[in-house]
C-alpha cells in the first residue's frame, strides 16, 4: 500500500488517504505510551509528520509503516476528509 496523503487532525489522529483512494483516520495515542513516540506528545512534533508513500516519519525518528496504519485506521467519515482538505489548515503533509 502507499499512502498518497497523511495530514494531521487534532488529538493525535492523522487522515491518510491511500493510492487506492480508501481515506481513514489513524490514532496514534496509543503509541505515546511507547519510548519512541514520547516525543510526539507535543502538538507541534507530531504536525511535523513526513509522508514517505510506504511509511510516514516525524524528525524525531518515530516512524510507521504504511501497513501498520492500514492495519489500524478506521473509515474516516466526509465531515473529516472535508475537514482534513479545508485549504485553510497548514498542516497538510501530501506526497
Request: charged share 25%; aromatic share 8%; glycine share 6%.
Amino acid at each position: 500500500m502507499i499512502l498518497n496523503e497523511v495530514i494531521p487532525l487534532g488529538d493525535h489522529q492523522l487522515f491518510v488517504e491511500t493510492q487506492d483512494g480508501i481515506e481513514g483516520v489513524f490514532d496514534l495515542k496509543p503509541y505515546l505510551k511507547s519510548e519512541a513516540f514520547l516525543p510526539l506528545k507535543d502538538e507541534e512534533e507530531f504536525s511535523s509528520v513526513h509522508n514517505g508513500g510506504y511509511f510516514v516519519e516525524w524528525p524525531c525518528g518515530a516512524d510507521l509503516s504504511a501497513d501498520t496504519i492500514q492495519a489500524r485506521m478506521l473509515p474516516a467519515s466526509p465531515a473529516i476528509a472535508q475537514q482534513a482538505r479545508n485549504p485553510d489548515r497548514h498542516l497538510a503533509s501530501r506526497r
